[in-house]
């Protein structure tokens, strides 16, 4: 994995500060090596995590074929290459290297847009076309590479991550009052596309750009579409298995080996036995906080703890595992850290335990690890796809929290109303991309609900898993985000993804445990779905009150321009006792509603964001 930049501009470059500030500012996703490209009005920069053919894979990497000159800056790994480069080779076309970044060139070479549709993987790149005096921008179908840009009048910036555009100093942090809506009524999630940055923006998954002539043009190449199913329910199990066995064995390809997460749920269960079953003395990683063990409370939708499980799975694949434990230093400590590596506020501690946990694993020299992310999302495995009061709510499932929203906002900078307005209109512009072709409102409406998930609250995921990951240079493959079990299990029957043919009880991601349940122990396939695990620590807690209540109470705080603080301290003064919404569902109650605040804050100190509604 990597970080990639660049710009385009009318005026010929006349010397390399920029592209040098844009590419430090993103060393961080990749720290074996980094280089730049400047050509008349163009300047690529690269930082490169080295993954596969580590001698040879540098980038920008360029290519002269038949007197036409291209040049490529990639972030991603490609897990078709092989087929790609055979493809490649029938068409008369000689390699260099072993690495997916010359296969992709290549292929633009020879298919220009059309080379997409080739590509299993994920990625994000910038291909200039010297000759046509254009580059071409695109993202993975299920976005779970970054690509973020912004146009002014004479020019086309772009970066892996925000900060890339921002060291540019071609535009300024500015936030209008749809950035502010887009934080207080969806944060930490965004519309698809936006930023909490005006005029800076997110390349949308399953789309490509074309720069040239001062205008770019976006095209949406993939999505979900909702297509007839005919095969059996058995087969749909063998399919499932096939699929997600296949993509694991894909994302096992590396020259520095590989690892896995390992929370002892179903997912990343599944994902390590199919690597234990191919990588010999697998080594896993789960992640534990600080007295956890003592401290853990049960509830509905965290009924068990991780570690009884991975303990499970250890002694049944006989893993080299480690068990890192986060500390409430650890987890308060970063999340300052957390905001810079994702450049806007996130999911507070969700984000700093993440960041925690990647760190170690990377100081233990792991460069590749592979998570189960992504697998709840396309299976079920959330309860808003079967609980009744949660699939009618009228906002986000995830976040049925427009009461604490509102009153979170400081009175008087917009209409409270205007939170709940926006939260209603970002569903129904999304929900506009769903066709159905089923007259059954069961399945329909399980359909919206999906789509839903997959562009708000998993795009969050991913953001959160790329960012932290990345900044500590280690690379998270996500073997679900494969698009064709996305495109298949998409079209599978909703009542059968429930489990409800058999009965009135619902089994979350029924077809996986199925597809599965000779491959791992039963108390896994047994287990009820758990969250990301957060801490119990009253410590934290405290910790989060005490730093809170500080800022709020000096005041040149920058909360004080668009939070209502008076709401914030009856908040704490009663230690949340009152709050009968979840900010965002279970991963986010009343601790993470307040780092979520002070991320906020430091946001808007850090990067100096104007404020303009």
């Given amino acids: 994995m990597c970080g990639i930049c660049g710009y385009m501009q009318e005026k010929k470059i006349t010397n390399n500060d920029t592209i040098f500030k844009m590419q430090k500012s993103i060393l961080r996703r990749g720290n074996s090596e980094n280089n730049i490209y400047v050509n008349n009005n163009v300047a690529l920069g690269h930082a490169r995590l080295s993954i596969i053919d580590i001698k040879n894979g540098k980038q920008p990497m360029e290519k002269n074929i038949n007197g036409k000159k291209y040049t490529i800056v990639y972030n991603g790994e490609i897990y078709n290459t092989n087929v790609l480069r055979n493809i490649l080779i029938t068409k008369g076309y000689i390699f260099d290297t072993e690495c997916d970044t010359e296969v992709l060139l290549l292929l633009?070479?020879?298919?220009?847009?059309?080379?997409?549709?080739?590509?299993?993987?994920?990625?994000?790149?910038?291909?200039?076309?010297e000759k046509d005096s254009s580059i071409f921008v695109a993202k993975d179908r299920l976005g779970v590479k970054p690509l973020f840009y912004t146009l002014t009048k004479d020019k086309f910036i772009f970066s892996s991550e925000v900060k890339g555009i921002l060291a540019s100093e071609m535009i300024a942090p500015t936030m209008g009052k749809d950035e502010l809506l887009e934080l207080l009524a969806l944060g930490p999630a965004h519309t698809p596309g936006k930023t909490y940055f005006k005029d800076i923006l997110e390349l949308q998954a399953?789309?490509?750009?074309i720069y040239k002539d001062n205008e770019l043009k976006i095209t949406k190449y993939w999505d979900l579409e909702e297509k007839k199913m005919f095969d059996s329910d058995e087969d749909i199990l063998d399919n499932v298995k096939y699929l997600v066995t296949d993509a694991t064995k894909k994302q096992i390809v590396s020259d520095v080996g590989?690892?896995?997460?390992?929370?002892?749920?179903?997912?990343?269960?599944?994902?390590t036995k199919i690597v234990s079953d191919n990588v010999h003395n697998v080594r896993t990683y789960s992640i534990n906080y600080e007295n956890n063990d003592k401290d853990f409370v049960a509830n509905s939708y965290q009924q068990t703890k991780d570690s009884d499980f991975v303990k499970v799975m250890v002694k049944y694949l006989n893993t080299k595992h480690s068990d890192i434990i986060v500390t409430d230093k650890d987890l308060f400590s970063n999340l300052y850290e957390a905001v810079i590596a994702r450049d806007m506020p996130g999911m507070a501690d969700i984000d700093s335990s993440m960041y925690v946990f990647c760190k170690a694993i990377s100081d233990n020299?792991?460069?590749?690890?592979l998570s189960g992310e992504c697998s709840d999302e396309i299976f079920g495995g959330y309860p808003w796809f079967y609980k009744e009061h949660l699939k009618?709510?009228?906002?986000?499932?995830?976040?049925?929290?427009?009461?604490?929203?509102?009153?979170?906002?400081?009175?008087?900078?917009l209409d409270k109303s205007e939170i709940f307005s926006y939260i209603l209109k970002s569903k129904k512009d999304t929900l506009k991309n769903v066709t159905h072709i089923s007259s059954d409102s069961f399945e329909n409406e399980y359909k919206e609900l999906n789509y839903l998930t997959i562009k708000y609250f998993m795009n969050t995921l991913i953001e959160r898993t790329d960012r932290m990951s990345m900044r500590t240079s280690l690379e998270v493959r996500v073997p679900y985000a494969d698009h064709r079990i996305f495109e298949y299990v998409y079209n599978v029957d909703a009542k059968l993804k429930l489990g409800l043919r058999n009965g009135d009880n619902v089994v979350e991601k029924y077809i996986l445990k199925q597809a599965f349940k000779n491959d791992i122990p039963t108390d896994i396939t047994n287990r009820k779905k758990s969250p990301f695990p957060k801490t119990y620590s009253k410590e934290y807690l405290k910790l989060l009150e005490e730093k809170l209540t500080q800022i709020i109470d000096e005041p040149t705080s920058r909360i004080h321009e668009i939070i209502n603080v008076d709401y914030v301290r009856n908040l704490i003064a009663t230690h949340g006792e009152e709050l009968t919404e979840n900010l965002f569902g279970q991963?986010?109650?009343?601790?993470?509603?307040?780092?979520?605040?002070?991320?906020?804050?430091?946001?808007?100190t850090a990067y100096n964001v104007q404020i303009k509604l």
């Fill in 365 to 369: 020299n792991e460069k590749v690890v």
């Fill in 108 to 129: 633009y070479i020879e298919f220009k847009e059309k080379m997409l549709k080739f590509i299993n993987g994920i990625f994000a790149f910038a291909i200039y076309d």
């Fill in 392 to 413: 009618q709510a009228k906002g986000f499932p995830w976040a049925l929290s427009e009461n604490l929203r509102e009153n979170l906002l400081k009175d008087g900078i």
């Fill in 206 to 209: 399953g789309h490509y750009g």
């Fill in 587 to 604: 991963l986010m109650t009343y601790p993470q509603t307040l780092a979520f605040l002070i991320q906020i804050d430091y946001w808007l």
């Fill in 258 to 271: 590989v690892s896995t997460m390992l929370s002892g749920g179903l997912d990343s269960s599944i994902v």
